[in-house]
């Protein structure tokens, strides 16, 4: 049987391969634009899919897209400091909107 200390120090220890849904990953990557960029950012860039560790952003503009795309790395580092694991490994611009199945 197991005690209340046990199940409090499990879950006290950072869980490595824990899964996290879209939105959530959505909210952290905004989150991380909007620290760099303030709400102007947050507004030009939509989130549109995460598959396979890369997450599909449309931005508003040419201006926006070179500015992810400088950025790329930075984007991924600060969003996964947050998320407290590797979830993001890419970060593709598309234009093209992808059905919710």
């Known amino acids: 049987m197991r ?4 199940l409090l120090n499990q879950k006290r220890k950072p869980q ?17 634009i909007q620290e760099l960029y303030g709400t102007r ?6 989130p549109l899919r995460v598959h396979e ?3 599909y952003v449309r931005p508003e503009s040419s201006l926006w897209a070179n ?3 400088l950025q790329k790395e930075k984007l991924l580092k ?5 998320l407290e694991g590797e979830y993001l490994e890419d970060i593709i611009l598309t234009q093209r909107d992808f059905e919710k199945s």
């Open 53 to 55: 560790k890369k997450i």
């Open 78 to 82: 600060n969003t996964n400091l947050l």
């Open 67 to 69: 500015e992810i795309y």
């Open 3 to 6: 005690n209340l200390e046990d």
């Open 16 to 32: 490595k391969n824990k899964e996290l849904d879209e939105k959530t990953i959505f909210f952290v990557f905004l989150k991380v």
């Open 41 to 46: 950012g947050e507004e030009s860039l939509r």
